[in-house]
């Protein structure tokens, strides 16, 4: 079957939007999408800006992003000024172990809000309860998902 540049485009972006929905940044996650369904090793800066209909300052400021996220990373050419941007092996295993710090801050705002709010019998309360107690078993059950994960990945 012939690849589907047009699908594939609407893929990207839908995809894209997705992540952005939960608070990734716009041109890194177009830019990690692209990256992710392209049929090459990787893609230089200039390549990604003329797919994505972009700046080359869009493309900077997403790929340093993404490399400080440790996403992706910048593989030098020899011969060439141009380096070309590639997925790291474990790139949803690297995001998702980077972002946990994130579910014990929500936690620990939670029972902030929680605390302030201070009535015991408050439906707020009991939602704040709520919210800070789910971030809580995310942030302590996510270790053991990514190294069950890892073992799935590799065949374990």
Request: no cysteine.
């Amino acid at each position: 079957m012939a690849r589907d540049e047009d699908a594939l485009r609407t893929a990207v972006e839908q995809s894209a939007a997705v992540l952005i929905a939960a608070g990734f940044p716009k041109m890194p996650a177009r830019v990690l999408m692209t990256l992710l369904v392209s049929d090459d090793d990787g893609l230089t800066a200039s390549e990604l800006a003329e797919t994505l209909g972009v700046s080359a300052a869009a493309i900077s400021g997403a790929v340093r992003y993404l490399q400080t996220f440790g996403a992706i990373r910048r593989i030098a050419r020899s011969g060439s000024r141009r380096d070309r941007y590639e997925l790291v092996e474990d790139t949803w295993y690297t995001a998702s172990l980077k972002t946990s710090p994130m579910y014990a801050r929500l936690a620990a705002l939670a029972e902030n809000a929680s605390a302030a709010i201070g009535e015991p019998a408050s439906a707020a309360k009991a939602r704040v309860d709520e919210m800070a107690r789910f971030y809580r078993f995310l942030d302590a059950r996510l270790p053991e998902l990514m190294a069950e994960w890892e073992e799935q990945r590799l065949g374990r």
